[in-house]
C-alpha cells in the first residue's frame, strides 16, 4: 500500500495526485523507510518540517536549526477565493486536500531531503478554519506516525510573532509585537518561546477585513491592473495615486485609555462616503468612483494613526512596568496587513521616538506560510517545549479560536495612559 492510499483511507478523503518534476534524483517523501525517532531533543543541528493550513494558503517548508531555509512550497488559494467574493471554508478544505501532497513534495524536492532527514513536524492546529486546520494537521500527524517522528502542534499567531528571530538576530526576548492580519488585529508582550502577555486586541474586525471591505465596496477589483491583487495590495497601490490624502477623515474610535482597537465605526463611515461619492459623480453600477485614490489613501492613513497610537500606548506601559529592558527593545509587525510598506513607515516613526529596534519579516513572510510554523517547530524543538511522542497523537485536535497568551489588558486600562503626545507621523502624506 503506497502512503498516499493508506493517507486517504484513514482520514477519509482523496489528495489528487499531481506529477512534479525531480530530474534524475526522486527524493520523494513517499518512498522512503523510516528510522527510529532520536532519544533527545537536545540536539544542536536539526531540520523541521512545517505545515500550514489555517485559511486558505497551503505551504510546507523545511528549516534548521541554523535559521537556514532548506525548502519551501507554497499553493495560493487567492484567485479563487477573489472570484466567490470572499473565503468559503468548504472550498478552501477541498483545495487544501487536493494540494496538499504536491506541495509538500515539491518542498521536499527543493530542499534535496527526504522524510528520513527530517527530525520533527510541525503543523498549525489553532486558531483557523476547521476544514482547513484539520487537512494539516491529519497530514502532520499521519507522516510522524508513519516514520516515528515527533509532532510539534503550533498556534498560528504564535508563529507569526516569532517569525522575525528566523531572519533578524537583532529580535532577542521580551519584544513587543503587533500581529494584523485579515482575522487578526493583536498587541503583545513576548516573553519567550511559549509565553506571551497579551496588551490589546481588536474589538470588533481586524484591519484586514476593512481593507476587503473597501476593496468590495470601491469595486477596485474592476481596474483591470488590481484584478489580481488581494484586497490590502489594491488599496495600497491604489493610495499611491492619490492628489488629495487627506480629503476624507475615517478616524476609528479611540477615545479610551486601552491598547485595544476599534475599526468597525470606520467602516460605517466609509459606506457613507462611498454612497455620496457615487451619487455626486453617478457612477455606474460596476464603475470605479473618481475620488477612489484620495479614499483609499485616506482610509490606509487613519487604520495607520489607529495603530501606531495603541502601539505607543503599549510602549509607555511597558516602560511604567519595567517588563522590557531599555537596552534591547524590538516591535515586531507580522501577519498579511504587515506587508504594507505605509503602515511599516509609521511604526517605524513611532519606534525611532521610543528607541525601538523596527523588525518587520519579508513580505512572503508576513503572509501565512510554512516556513513560519517551521520555525516556530525549531523555537519548541530547541527548547524542548510542547513536543508530542509519534504514540501520543490521537487525541490531537484543532481549534478554530484559541486566545494569545495570558491576557493583561485590564492592567493596561487600570494604568489611566491618557494624554499622550503622539507621535506626529510627518512625512507620510
Known amino acids: 500500500m503506497t502512503l498516499v492510499r493508506a493517507f486517504t483511507n484513514v482520514y477519509g478523503f482523496t489528495i489528487q495526485r499531481q506529477s512534479v518534476s525531480y530530474g534524475a534524483r526522486k527524493p520523494n517523501l513517499f518512498y522512503v523507510k523510516h528510522r527510529r525517532q532520536f532519544a533527545s531533543s537536545k540536539r544542536s543541528s536539526f531540520r523541521i518540517l512545517g505545515i500550514e493550513t489555517s485559511c486558505d494558503d497551503t505551504g510546507v517548508a523545511i528549516v534548521n536549526s541554523e535559521r537556514q531555509l532548506l ?13 466567490n467574493g470572499g473565503i468559503l471554508p468548504p472550498v478552501a478544505g477541498f483545495h487544501h486536500r487536493a494540494n496538499m501532497e504536491p506541495v509538500a513534495n515539491q518542498a521536499f524536492t527543493a530542499a534535496g531531503l527526504t522524510m528520513s532527514d527530517i527530525d520533527a513536524v510541525a503543523a498549525t492546529i489553532k486558531p483557523g478554519l476547521s476544514l482547513s486546520l484539520e487537512v494539516g494537521m491529519k497530514y502532520g500527524t499521519f507522516l510522524c506516525k508513519k516514520w516515528k ?35 487578526h488585529c493583536l498587541l503583545a508582550l513576548v516573553e519567550g518561546v511559549d509565553s506571551f502577555l497579551l496588551l490589546g486586541k481588536s474589538m470588533d474586525i481586524a484591519p484586514g477585513e476593512v481593507f476587503d471591505k473597501f476593496h468590495r465596496q470601491l469595486k477596485l477589483r474592476n481596474i483591470a491592473e488590481l484584478s489580481h491583487l488581494s484586497g490590502g495590495h489594491a488599496v495600497e497601490v491604489m493610495a499611491r495615486k492619490a492628489t488629495n490624502p487627506v480629503e476624507f477623515k475615517f478616524e476609528p474610535f479611540s477615545s479610551d485609555v486601552t491598547c485595544d482597537f476599534f475599526f468597525s465605526g470606520m467602516v460605517t ?3 457613507h462616503f462611498i454612497a455620496e461619492e457615487e451619487v455626486k459623480y453617478g457612477t455606474t453600477a460596476d464603475g470605479v468612483i473618481e475620488s477612489a485614490p484620495n479614499l483609499c489613501a485616506a482610509m490606509q492613513l487613519s487604520i495607520t494613526k489607529h495603530l501606531c497610537r495603541r502601539v505607543e500606548r503599549a510602549m509607555l506601559f511597558l516602560e511604567r512596568k519595567s517588563l522590557i529592558p531599555s537596552s534591547s527593545r524590538s516591535l ?11 503602515i511599516a513607515n509609521g511604526l517605524k516613526l513611532v519606534c525611532d521616538n521610543y528607541n525601538y529596534h523596527l523588525s518587520v519579516p519579508p ?15 525549531v523555537e519548541r524543538y530547541r527548547e524542548n517545549v510542547g513536543i508530542l511522542k509519534w504514540n501520543q497523537l490521537d ?12 491576557d493583561i489588558r485590564q492592567s493596561v ?17
Request: charged residues 25%; glycine residues 8%.
Open 71 to 83: 525548502g519551501d512550497a507554497i499553493h495560493n488559494q487567492n484567485q479563487i477565493h477573489l472570484e
Open 149 to 183: 517522528k515527533p509532532f510539534i502542534p503550533i498556534h498560528h499567531m504564535e508563529a507569526h510573532a516569532l517569525t522575525a528571530r528566523m531572519v533578524d538576530e537583532n529580535v532577542r526576548f521580551p519584544f513587543l509585537v503587533l500581529l494584523i492580519s485579515g482575522g
Open 269 to 271: 463611515k466609509i459606506k
Open 332 to 342: 515586531v509587525v507580522s501577519g498579511g496587513v504587515a506587508a504594507n510598506k505605509f
Open 363 to 377: 513580505p512572503k513572510l508576513c503572509n501565512d506560510n510554512g516556513v513560519m510554523i517551521a520555525w516556530n517547530g
Open 395 to 406: 487525541d490531537v485536535q484543532v481549534s478554530t479560536k484559541c486566545p494569545l497568551g495570558k
Open 413 to 429: 486600562k487600570d494604568e489611566k495612559i491618557s494624554r499622550v503626545r503622539y507621535v506626529k507621523l510627518k512625512g507620510l502624506v
